[in-house]
């Protein structure tokens, strides 16, 4: 997942161009964002929380606590809880692929496929900087929900932006395996 450099960017960049106002809330996040990095996402969901509740923040630095947060989330598998937060963050930034992204695999995990085909697309619509991940998961879904046509085009996508991962032509040689097999069954 994307996050921790553009995280600390935006953190760096709040506390850089914030009054005294803020000071309090980008301390708190400041905070948050260190308890992420020591893998503390219970104490980062506490100070991001209070950080958001202050009311200090901007657009642009409650986007990176409201992302800060939806990733302790996610790393606590508090899906739901993320999927708010990103929904409060594409409500800031909404062209923010890797919101959109980010949003897609919680929609996922929580079982929400055609939430997570959607934000999956808009991610690769937005110009999420790792498409071939968007692709090769939308493929996963597709191929789980038995269209392989769709699979296989995503799959195909994904290999023309990243053509030395491995996982996808697995996927491929598989696909292909499976539909030699169901022709010659015929």
């Not at 400041?30 to 209070?50: C, I, P, Q, S, W």
Request: charged share 25%; glycine share 8%; aromatic share 12%.
């Amino acid at each position: 997942m994307v996050g921790k450099r553009w995280l600390a960017g935006l953190f760096c960049a709040g506390i850089l161009l914030s009054g005294p106002a803020a000071a309090d809330a980008l301390s708190d996040a400041g905070t948050g964002f260190d308890a992420m990095e020591r893998g503390n996402y219970k104490l980062a969901v506490r100070y991001y929380t209070r950080a958001l509740w202050s009311g200090e923040l901007n657009d642009g630095e409650a986007a990176a606590v409201y992302f800060g947060r939806a990733f302790a989330y996610i790393k606590l598998q508090e899906y739901q809880k993320a999927e708010e937060d990103y929904d409060e963050l594409i409500e800031l930034k909404p062209d923010d692929p890797s919101a959109y992204y980010n949003r897609a695999v919680t929609h996922a995990a929580d079982g929400d496929l055609k939430a997570a085909l959607a934000d999956y697309t808009s991610a690769i619509w937005y110009g999420y900087d790792d498409s071939y991940k968007a692709f090769f998961n939308r493929g996963t879904i597709y191929e789980s929900q038995g269209d392989l046509e769709a699979a296989v085009a995503d799959f195909k996508e994904a290999q023309k932006l990243a053509p030395d991962e491995p996982r996808i032509l697995e996927k491929l040689e598989a696909l292909d395996g499976q539909s030699k097999s169901a022709a010659g069954s015929e």
